[in-house]
């Protein structure tokens, strides 16, 4: 599985430092495309506060329990350096030598994405694929393995379908 890893990983920032359009590409979804995400989220608020409140309150809590909790306590028992502390890579943005499995962003965005799919088929669709570009961008630089992203998005839609199937519990 590692070695798919790696070499999944070279054919990914293989192509970073090739073209400056690519690069601006990577970097903007690695870095910023995040913000663009948050925002869609925040509008479904000023669509329909009354209606999609609890999808946002929601979706944030998913997120933060995937990303604050899950991930962490991985993190603590499989500790993975990330492709720029080991290895001579392309690394198109600056980032700490913390732990890399699992990617915290991946957990983040998957786990709202899976939310917003629960009541939004379309829109979580749309959200699942920008949680992807703003992984494989996060690869594309240099800063994590595409396992790291498969166990982020993993911990992501299952903290989502968790904090879904806690709420229609109660």
Not at 6 to 17: E, S, W
Not at 45 to 61: E, P
Not at 84 to 90: D, G, L, W
Request: overall charge positive.
């Amino acid at each position: 599985m590692i070695h798919i890893d790696i070499y999944v990983f070279q054919l990914i920032n293989g192509l970073a430092g090739k073209w400056i359009w690519l690069d601006t590409f990577g970097i903007f979804f690695a870095e910023y495309f995040e913000y663009i995400l948050v925002f869609c989220l925040l509008l479904f608020l000023l669509k329909n506060f009354k209606k999609y409140w609890q999808m946002i309150w929601q979706a944030i809590f998913a997120g933060i329990i995937s990303r604050v909790v899950f991930t962490e306590i991985i993190r603590l028992l499989l500790p993975r350096p990330r492709p720029f502390v080991e290895n001579q890579i392309s690394q198109l943005i600056n980032h700490a030598s913390t732990p890399a499995f699992p990617s915290g962003h991946a957990a983040f965005y998957f786990a709202i994405a899976t939310v917003i799919c629960f009541y939004n088929k379309k829109a979580g669709f749309l959200f699942f694929l920008a949680s992807f570009l703003i992984c494989l961008g996060r690869v594309f630089c240099g800063i994590h393995w595409p396992l790291d992203i498969l166990a982020g998005a993993i911990v992501g839609i299952f903290s989502g379908w968790l904090v879904i199937h806690f709420y229609r519990k109660r």
